[in-house]
């Protein structure tokens, strides 16, 4: 319950359940309030025939409650019983989410999850092979209702390229670099970007897909997991990460690590001249000599550090 707060080579990293420490809070419509509509709304779906626009207006408020819930947890993927988990209400679970997962996969508004993995485009030769081919959904005009399995996992299509788009604005920042997967979620934090491992995961994929950003994976306790991301400059096709570009991106962390010891040994001098000054003031001069001979060996490992950056 929510608070107020080839295929196999695509399917190689997993997929996570919710995070529990998502504090975002969730944004709930406000009939939300209202226990007489929200009985209504949780009660089985009659036939549309009996009342076609209420039938409509029940199946949209759910369809509006998924994206909310997809957003909430900063994935476009959802699951059955996720849904009945997190969409409860006063301990009532909803019921129908089987039509209302029907009308979006008749209208091609989500698609499985692993068919998405497997192409990302939503290609029409995608979409005939899965829906056709591999599990007919529609057969002639008539629409036939299939029931969904619990743990089914779906990937809400809008939101993903919504998603997709965000990751790839924030990217777009570091054009022609080749940054470390750990980087980029403190990039995303800074950013305010919300996407927990999963939607994180599933949106690198789209954009690796795309040939928008190279992704270069590594396996960590036998999962598959982005260890590098090289962003092209403006205009170019993403290609394979060379030794090169991680050797230049070590060279910049190098840097990065001596200047911040650059920054500590100055501050360590001011802090060695605050106390000579003060000791000269208390007439303790011969302690005074031993903060100036540190004040001293902090000068030259400030040389030493400055040398390592070509500076004399």
Known sequence: MLTSESESEHEDFDRKPVSKTNLKKFNYPECWKNDERMDRLFAPFRARSVNPEGYDIKVDFWKDMIRRYCEYNGSPNFSKSELQKALQRKGKVPYGLDIVLNDFIIKKEVRKRSEFVYDPLNSWTGWAMNSFVKKP????????????????????????????????????????????????????????????????????????????????????????VPKYIKVPKPGNIATPIEPTDVALLELEDSQVKLAGQLTKIEEEIKEHDNMVRQLMKEGKKPLAKSYLRKRHLCEKKHGEFLGLFGVS
């Open 137 to 224: 959904i529609l057969w002639g005009v008539q629409k036939i209702v299939t029931k969904p399995a619990s743990d089914d996992v779906f990937t809400h299509l809008e939101l993903a390229s919504e998603m997709t788009e965000n990751l790839q604005a924030l990217l777009s920042e570091h054009a022609g670099r080749v940054i470390r997967f750990s980087s980029l979620k403190s990039f995303m934090s800074k950013n305010r970007l919300h996407l927990n491992e999963d939607g994180l995961n599933i949106t690198l994929h789209n954009l690796n897909f795309q040939k928008i950003i190279f992704v270069e994976y590594e396996f960590l306790n036998n999962r598959k």
